[in-house]
C-alpha cells in the first residue's frame, strides 16, 4: 500500500513559527509539547510514536494556514485611566486595566502575561481586580502561553466571560486554534515591536541582580518614575535596593531596540497587519499632542483601535473609567511603522546568541553593548529634560539633526 504521507507539523525554518501553541493545544493525541532552543524559545516536538497524522496541528497554525486581512471599518481612541494608581503602574494609559475591570464585574476570567516568582514570564488567568496588577507594565521578552489556550476554551463552553490579551501573533494563534467567536470572549492585542527572548531576559536578570533574586520584589520594563515620554527599565526590592536605566544605559532595552534578541519569525511576522481578528488593539500614544492637549500630560495615553462591534458596545461601558476622545482611525495608524512591518534583523544576532551561550551574561552584554562616557552623557541629558519638563523638544530636535530618525524611549 501507498505510504502515508506525513502532515505533523514540522519547522524546518524558524521564521515559519511564532511559538504560539495553537498546534500543541489542538492535538487530539497530546503529542505535541513546547521545547526551549539555544536562542530561549519555544517551538513544537511532536511524539512521533503518539502522532497519527491527522493534520489538526498544521490546519490551525496561523503561519501554515495564514488569516487572510480584510478591511472593514474601525474606530479610534485615546484613553487615560482616572485612577492614579493604575496609571502610574501602567505602560501607557491603562486601557487594559479597564477592559479587564469590566470583564471581571461579569464574573469572567483574564488572561494575561505576569511574572511567577522567578519573574519568568507565563500567560495566566485571574479572576479578581486586585490581580490585574500582576499585567500591568509592559514584559519585553515571549511569554509562555502553556494551557492557556485550552483553559480559554473550557471557560467559553461554560459560558463564562474572558479577556484574553497578547501579542498579535498569540492572538492570532487562540483565533485559529477556537475556529469561531465566541459572545463572551473579548480579544485584546497590544502592537508590538517584537518578541525578545526570553533566555537574553534570564541573562539580563542575573546580570543586574548578580544572580540573586531574593531581595528584588518587582521588574518594571516601562517605569514612569520620570514621565512616561522617558521611561526606564527598574528593578525594585527590599531595604531600599533599586536599579533605575534608561535606553541609553540599559542593556536589555538597547538589545530590544537594535533587534539582536526577537524570535526568528518576527523578522517576517505573518500577524503584522491593520485590520485584525480582535476586538481591541492597544498601543501607547507618545505623540498624543497631534490629538488632544487634555490629555498631552506626561502621564500615558492608550491609543486603541476597536475592530469589532462588541468591542463598541464594550467601549461605551467602559470609558467613564477614564479620560478619552474618539480619533479619526486613518490618522490614529499613520506612521505607526510596527503594526504593519516587520523589523529588520541585526547582522550580528547570530554571532550575540553564540557568545550568550558560552559567555558570563556581564561579559556578553557589555562586549555588544558597552556602556561608554558618551551614553551616560546622553543619559543624563534625557533624565534632566525630562525632570525640566522639556524631553518633548529634545525629541523633536534630535529628529530634525537626524534626518527625520525618531529617537529611541
Known amino acids: 500500500c501507498q505510504e502515508r504521507q506525513l502532515v505533523m507539523i514540522e519547522i524546518k525554518d524558524k521564521k ?41 496541528c498544521n490546519k490551525v497554525c496561523p503561519v501554515q494556514s495564514p488569516i487572510l486581512e480584510e478591511s472593514f471599518e474601525q474606530r479610534a481612541v485615546l484613553f487615560q485611566h482616572s485612577d492614579a494608581k493604575v496609571l502610574r503602574e501602567s505602560t501607557s494609559g491603562g486601557l487594559f486595566t479597564a477592559l479587564a475591570s469590566w470583564v471581571i464585574g461579569q464574573r469572567g476570567v483574564v488572561y494575561g502575561a505576569a511574572y511567577d516568582e522567578k ?68 480579544k ?24 540573586n533574586l531574593d531581595g528584588v520584589t518587582d521588574i518594571r520594563f516601562r517605569d514612569k518614575v520620570y514621565g512616561y515620554k522617558y521611561s526606564v527599565m527598574s528593578f525594585v526590592g527590599r531595604d531600599g535596593y533599586e536599579y533605575k536605566e534608561g535606553i541609553d544605559t540599559d542593556v536589555m ?12 519569525s518576527c523578522f517576517a511576522c505573518p500577524a503584522k497587519k491593520r ?20 490629555l498631552d500630560n506626561d502621564k500615558g495615553v492608550t491609543r486603541v483601535l476597536i475592530h469589532s462591534e462588541k468591542g463598541w458596545k464594550i467601549w461605551q461601558d467602559i470609558k467613564s473609567f477614564g479620560i478619552s476622545e474618539e480619533i479619526d482611525a486613518d490618522a490614529a495608524v499613520e506612521g505607526v511603522k510596527e503594526m504593519v512591518k516587520s523589523v529588520e534583523m541585526n547582522p550580528r544576532r547570530a554571532a550575540f546568541f553564540k557568545d550568550l551561550n558560552t559567555m558570563s551574561a556581564d561579559e556578553c552584554f557589555r562586549k555588544y553593548f558597552p556602556v561608554t562616557i558618551r551614553h ?34
Open 16 to 56: 515559519e513559527c511564532t511559538g504560539c501553541t495553537a498546534c500543541m493545544a489542538t492535538c487530539p493525541k497530546q503529542c505535541i509539547s513546547m521545547k526551549e532552543d539555544e536562542e530561549g524559545f519555544l517551538y513544537p516536538h511532536v511524539d512521533k510514536d503518539i502522532c497519527s497524522n491527522c493534520g489538526a
Open 376 to 409: 551616560r552623557a546622553e543619559k543624563l541629558v534625557r533624565l534632566w529634560s525630562a525632570r525640566l519638563g522639556l524631553y518633548k523638544i529634545l525629541k523633536k530636535a534630535f529628529k530634525m539633526v537626524n534626518g527625520g530618525k525618531e529617537i529611541k524611549r
Open 275 to 294: 485590520y485584525r481578528k480582535t476586538d481591541f488593539t492597544i498601543w501607547d500614544c507618545f505623540d498624543v499632542d497631534k490629538f488632544s492637549k487634555a
Open 188 to 211: 485584546v492585542d497590544v502592537v508590538c515591536h517584537a518578541c525578545p527572548s526570553p533566555l537574553v531576559f534570564r541573562k539580563y536578570i542575573e546580570m543586574v541582580t548578580g544572580g
Open 253 to 264: 532595552l538597547r538589545a530590544f531596540f537594535n533587534n539582536i534578541s526577537p524570535r526568528p
Open 119 to 186: 519573574f519568568v514570564i507565563r500567560h495566566i488567568g485571574v479572576n479578581n481586580v486586585a490581580e490585574l496588577r500582576r499585567f500591568r507594565n509592559s514584559k519585553y521578552a515571549q511569554s509562555v502561553v502553556g494551557n492557556s489556550f485550552a483553559e480559554v476554551r473550557e471557560l467559553l463552553r461554560a459560558g463564562r466571560w474572558v479577556l484574553f490579551s497578547g501579542t498579535p501573533c498569540q492572538l492570532e494563534g487562540l483565533h485559529k486554534f477556537l475556529r469561531k467567536d465566541y459572545d463572551t470572549l473579548l
